[in-house]
């Protein structure tokens, strides 16, 4: 499992013209939010989401060095495969390392579930659809967490 995580002053995920997704971290009286795309590959399994979730949870990379438990920080969560794309060949990405919707979307759900168990704000963008994110990185601060 691999997530990019982007510390943002604001994220959105629109499908068509439904915004399905938003973090505003000033409501939740924070100075930033979390971006995370997920991917997944074949050999993830829950035990995987559950503890890269806590390194999310916990991951000191907003004001002061502290993380979105310290802060009520909020996160949002967005699938995506092209974490896993191969580009060491030619000029068109292999995605064979990504696993199929249906081994990928009950993981990047347990992910979810398992931030808002750890008392996490979480949103989501939607599984499969073509999505529009739109984010201000505050920073810029981007991490990638890998198990």
């Known amino acids: 499992m691999r997530v990019l995580v982007q510390r943002v002053s604001s994220a959105q995920v629109t499908v068509g013209d439904e915004v399905v997704g ?3 971290p ?3 009286g924070a ?3 979390l971006l995370a795309l997920v991917g997944v590959t074949h050999t993830d399994i829950e035990s995987t989401a559950k503890a ?3 390194k999310l949870y ?3 990379i907003l004001d002061g060095e502290r ?3 310290d802060l009520n920080a909020p996160i949002l969560v967005v699938s995506q495969f092209t974490l896993y794309a191969d580009t060491a060949k030619g000029r068109r990405p292999s995605w064979s390392a990504a696993a199929p919707g249906s081994v990928a979307e009950p993981l990047v759900d347990f992910f979810a579930d398992a931030l808002r168990g750890l008392g996490a704000t979480v949103a989501t963008g939607r599984f ?3 999505m529009h994110v739109a984010l201000v ?3 810029p601060v981007t991490v990638l967490l890998e198990a």
């Open 22 to 24: 938003r973090i505003d």
């Open 26 to 28: 000033a409501a939740h």
């Open 31 to 33: 100075p930033h939010g």
């Open 52 to 54: 890269l979730a806590d």
């Open 58 to 60: 916990r991951l000191r």
């Open 67 to 69: 993380s979105a438990a």
């Open 128 to 130: 499969g659809a073509h």
């Open 137 to 139: 990185n505050d920073g």
